[in-house]
């Protein structure tokens, strides 16, 4: 890696609008249409976060069970009070997945 790149933490950090630094654990993830999102795990933090564009980028504190398929509405994805599609939920899984030995009682 060439010694004069930007680090990506600041330019997800800006981007979202979030504390973000060179320890946590970071993804980020475009959809078909355009839509951002920036996931952030810090290490000893029980939870990750993550801001959606779509969602005016509110940050939203996400975990390993957090993504939900809804019963009430039918093959629709959720996490916190966000919709999300496939993609993004498969992603976020991947994020969640990779970032698991962060959180405490996680190994």
């Avoid at 940050?59 to 996490?79: F, K, N």
Wanted: proline share 3%.
């Amino acid at each position: 890696m060439n010694d004069d790149s930007p680090a990506i933490e600041p330019l997800l950090a800006r981007l979202c609008g979030g504390a973000i630094n060179g320890k946590d654990y970071v993804g980020y993830f475009m959809n078909e249409h355009g839509e951002e999102l920036v996931f952030a795990q810090r290490r000893g933090d029980k939870t990750a976060r993550l801001w959606h564009s779509d969602a005016d980028w509110k940050m939203v504190r996400v975990g390993d069970h957090s993504i939900r398929l809804d019963g009430a509405m039918e093959g629709v994805i959720t996490v916190a009070d966000l919709i999300i599609d496939r993609s993004e939920a498969t992603w976020l899984s991947s994020c969640l997945a990779a970032s698991r030995h962060l959180r405490p009682g996680r190994a």
